[in-house]
């Protein structure tokens, strides 16, 4: 069998980058080593996370809000089993969606483990313990990337666990220490927060989401403190030791000696991920990769052997579906022979906690080291009528745009529906927009996106209308 494009790893990257081959007229296969498609993100990653997520969201509103609102609840419970399997349904049917659209695409699906035999030959190994081999011209590496897990953690997927583990729990924990305050640390603690579980988190920096801007760090931490969570800052982790019942977590003060333990039920480890190419055989055709295990590409994401491509989680970059997708299309376009683009600068962070924190653009503080002039529009929620009307009042819109030309350079929001928002901020700044344009822009009454215009308006001088 041979192919104009072989894709190794199904996950948001091989999957469009498949799809797109196929629109561009190109014979396609993709090989994928688990038993359904679709990769980290939509079995054990976003899809999976945000179901959770949105399930423990509508208990805890049933819990803390309804009475506000004049709804009487008795007898409210978690029924744990039953939330996760509403979120399996959910992957399956996701899952199955993409089986639908590589039919529909006519392309070729291996199951089974890819390897390289040459530059133009890649094996397959099955399940059942059968190899198979198909030829191709060129090839897409989007074999994403797994949790790293240090071996004083003491990783056994029962007591210490990662989001995998942590997304099929049987019962609510009583408490968990989860190490790390970044971006899984915070969504599936506010998951098992909002639950009742008591949470603890343990950050090696002096702020949570640390590659965000720092007023969002500081908003979403409010916030997740009033939910219940703890937090360790300035602290690191050093062994992590299951015990009959728990786990024991010893923790050490990060510009100290002095060190504490923690007890608990489960300890989840969300330290970051690390991209994945075991057993892909990249030594037997001499691909590079840096100093982090990431596959080394050029701009146009080609590896250092031509006709060999690499996207997603297993290069740099953040390790996001979205800039994975963009990067499938980006490639497929660029083996078609076009001329595609990618400005990296403009590619959305979201963290799905409540409020949801979203962010594009430079933050306050790269604009600061850079030493690019800048000014600020700050709108806090509780201004806002549509959010008191839900009562969703925390968290703000920032904007910071160039002090001269006053194009906008960053938007960050912490409040109720930041991840749909942020999409304006982006359509904004690709179109390069003032704060001044987007201050003219006329915004429907009453909605959340006002807050951005307000902060516009704040930014382009004194003039937010209602603060
Ligand atoms: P992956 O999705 O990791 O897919 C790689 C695939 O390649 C896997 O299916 C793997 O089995 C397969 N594979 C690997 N090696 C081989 C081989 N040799 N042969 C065959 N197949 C192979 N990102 C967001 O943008 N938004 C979110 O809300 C979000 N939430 C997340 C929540 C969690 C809990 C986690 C863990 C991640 C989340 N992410 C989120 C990150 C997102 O999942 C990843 O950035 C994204 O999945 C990367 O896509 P990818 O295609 O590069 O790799
Ligand atoms: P992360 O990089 O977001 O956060 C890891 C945190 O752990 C950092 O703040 C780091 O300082 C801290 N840390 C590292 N070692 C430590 C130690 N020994 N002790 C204490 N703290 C320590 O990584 P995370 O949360 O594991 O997520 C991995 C990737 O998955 C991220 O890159 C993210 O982009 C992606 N993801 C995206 C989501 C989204 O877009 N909503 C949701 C979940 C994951």
């Excluded at 190109?26 to 090989?31: D, E, F, N, P």
């Excluded at 690499?310 to 299309?329: F, R």
């Excluded at 083996?335 to 933050?363: C, F, K, M, R």
Aim: charged fraction near 25%.
């Amino acid at each position: 069998m041979k192919y104009d494009v072989t894709v190794i790893g199904s996950g948001p990257g091989g999957y469009v980058a498949a799809i797109r081959c196929a629109q561009l007229g190109l014979k396609t296969a993709i090989i994928e080593r688990y038993n359904t498609l679709g990769g980290t993100c939509l079995n054990v990653g976003c899809i999976p996370s945000k179901a959770l997520l949105d399930s423990s969201e509508h208990f805890h509103n049933a819990k803390e809000k309804f009475e506000l609102h004049g709804i009487g609840i008795t007898g409210l419970k978690v029924n744990l089993p039953q939330m996760v399997k509403r979120k399996n349904d959910v992957v399956e049917q996701t899952t199955k969606g993409i089986d639908f659209l590589m039919k529909k695409n006519k392309i070729d699906v291996f199951m089974g483990h890819g390897s390289f035999v040459s530059a133009h030959k890649i094996s397959i190994a099955k399940a059942d313990g059968t190899k198979q081999e198909i030829e191709t011209d060129k090839t897409i590496i989007a074999t994403g990337s797994k949790p790293i897990v240090p071996e004083a953690f003491n990783y056994d997927k029962k007591r210490i666990i990662t989001s995998t583990e942590a997304l099929n729990l049987e019962a609510v924990p009583k408490r968990m220490v989860i190490i790390g305050g970044g971006v899984i640390g915070l969504e599936l603690g506010s998951v098992y927060a909002r639950l009742g579980t008591e949470v603890e988190v343990v950050e090696f920096l002096d702020r949570i989401i640390a590659t965000m801007d720092g007023d969002c760090s500081k908003e979403l931490q409010r916030a997740l403190k009033g939910l219940g969570m703890k937090f360790h800052l300035k602290h690191k982790v050093n062994t992590v030791k299951a015990t009959k019942k728990g786990v024991t977590v010893e923790v050490q003060k990060r510009d100290s000696d002095s060190t504490f333990n923690l007890e608990a039920d489960y300890c989840l480890v969300a330290i970051g991920r690390r991209p994945y190419t075991d057993n892909l055989g990249l030594e037997n055709i001499g691909i590079q990769k840096d100093e982090k295990g990431r596959i080394s590409v050029d701009n146009h994401l080609q590896t250092n052997v031509p006709g060999i491509y690499a996207i997603g989680d297993v290069v740099q970059g953040a390790m996001l579906a979205h800039k994975a997708e963009d990067e499938g299309v980006f490639v497929a376009e660029t083996i078609a022979g076009q001329q595609p683009h990618i400005d990296y600068n403009l590619i959305p962070g979201v963290v799905y906690t409540w409020p949801e924190v979203a962010s594009v653009g430079q933050t306050e503080e790269q604009l600061k080291e850079a030493g690019v002039p800048y000014k600020t529009g700050k709108f806090p929620m509780k201004a806002l009528g549509r959010a008191r009307a839900s009562t969703d009042t925390e968290g703000m819109v920032k904007i910071l745009a160039h002090r001269d030309t006053d194009e906008i350079l960053g938007v960050h929001m912490v409040c109720a529906r930041a991840a749909d928002l942020i999409a304006d901020a982006v359509t904004l700044m690709e179109f390069r927009a003032s704060a001044e344009d987007c201050a003219r822009m006329s915004h429907a009454h009453p909605t959340y996106a006002e807050a951005i215009r307000e902060a516009a308006l704040a930014a382009t001088g004194d003039r937010a209308l209602h603060i």
